[in-house]
């Protein structure tokens, strides 16, 4: 990474304001009920209050489009993460504002500040320059370790470098070093898996890996949009009409450039989308009309497990059915098992966030995969090769 990062600059005794991804789920009694993406930032933190800084940290939390929201307060994630740093964390009633900047100001070294949901400001969301200038305020160097609003120009994101140095906290770091090397530099053969919904989410990535990767295994709902395009009934399952052709093309551009693209070969069928829909196992050009396809079958994992079996880079994105439904998550339960074996034999698995990062998770691999990323938007962004405001906005080396 070619970014400054907090190891470059002399944090002791000053205010660093961090920007964080503290958006995590709470249930309707606003407890917390996956505290990774705190956990994710704990090496950052403790790293600046180790050194003496004074810490100010900024995150949003669900989507109160620029309203005060009762339930979305940052409250709930202070009680956490004064449990995990073992130390009090100060709140603020506001993000910006004379009472905030008095907080801020106070706050002595080893002192932590947690500021209220940046999102209850529409300014937040349009990098309004006078609410950035007004965060920026609050530090005396900025810190970003929230990689999955990097592909965001908000005020927290990109705002504030105007005002303030920036540069990368350790997750950040780790985040680009992964997500990086996978792409520059990967160990090969070089496999990704790709599922979701969509094509139309995932064109630019399968268009970027056909140039990068020696093989791409497709699941999910948009492996019924390539089954559709080469002529195959598929009975009632979603695929998109308007990506035919370009499913179409990028299977012809796979087979000019001999990068293998495998599509399941059985399915998993049900009569109804429902968790209790019956269902059946069928070959992929034997679904009968007014059935759908909900997940990829037993002879397909078995077909991706020996395409993978050689890989040394593997990174997925997308779960490979419905699986947030039981019997439909076989095949995506089957991929974390083949990742985690394949991770203790010495290859390199990147799991790119969103859905198959909660699968992941779900299922206990998470802490046996080499990296799951904590941005689902970001980290497909940064597959794609764009350029994340986030990480453009700090200081380069």
Request: net charge negative; with cysteine; glycine share 10%.
């Amino acid at each position: 990474m070619n970014k400054k990062t907090i190891r470059d600059v002399d944090v002791t005794s000053k205010r660093v304001l961090v920007r964080v991804d503290f958006n995590v789920p709470l249930d309707s009694d606003l407890h917390i009920t996956d505290d990774t993406r705190i956990v994710a930032a704990l090496p950052t933190i403790n790293y600046l209050l180790d050194r003496g800084a004074a810490v100010v940290l900024m995150s949003h939390l669900g989507r109160p489009k620029g309203q005060v929201v009762e339930s979305m307060r940052m409250k709930p994630v202070a009680q956490r993460l004064s449990e995990l740093l073992k130390r009090p964390v100060e709140t603020a009633d506001d993000c910006v504002g004379p009472d905030v900047e008095a907080k801020a100001k106070a706050l002595q070294p080893g002192q932590v500040l947690l500021l209220e949901n940046l999102r209850f400001h529409k300014e937040e969301e349009k990098n309004d320059p006078a609410f950035a200038k007004q965060l920026a305020s609050l530090g005396e160097l900025y810190v970003n370790d929230a990689f999955g609003t990097a592909h965001r120009a908000h005020a927290s994101t990109e705002g504030v470098t105007h005002y303030l140095p920036g540069v990368a906290g350790f997750l950040m770091e780790k985040e680009i070093n992964y997500l990086g090397a996978a792409l520059e530099n990967p160990k090969r053969p070089f496999k990704a898996i790709i599922g979701g919904a969509k094509v139309s989410d995932k064109i630019a990535v399968l268009e970027r890996l056909l140039t990068l990767a020696d093989g791409i295994l497709i699941g999910g709902g948009m492996a019924n949009t390539f089954l559709k395009a080469q002529g195959y009934e598929i009975g009632d399952s979603l695929f998109e009409e308007s990506k035919l052709d370009v499913a179409g093309s990028l299977i012809q551009q796979a087979r000019e450039k001999g990068v293998e693209f495998l599509l399941p070969v059985d399915v998993v069928i049900a009569d109804r989308f429902a968790p209790d829909a019956n269902h059946k196992v069928v070959s992929f050009d034997a679904v009968p009309a007014g059935w759908r396809i909900l997940d990829i079958g037993p002879e397909t994992v078995d077909r991706f497990r020996k395409s993978l079996a050689e890989a040394q880079t593997i990174v997925w994105n997308g779960t490979l059915g419905v699986a947030e439904m039981p019997a439909f998550a076989k095949g995506t339960n089957a991929m974390c098992t083949i990742l985690a074996e394949r991770t203790a034999q010495g290859a390199t698995t990147i799991i790119g966030g969103g859905d198959s990062a909660a699968a992941v998770e779900q299922a206990g691999a998470a802490d046996k995969m080499s990296h799951v990323s904590t941005g689902g938007g970001a980290s497909l962004e940064f597959l794609e090769g764009r350029t994340l405001p986030g990480v453009a906005a700090l200081q380069d080396k």
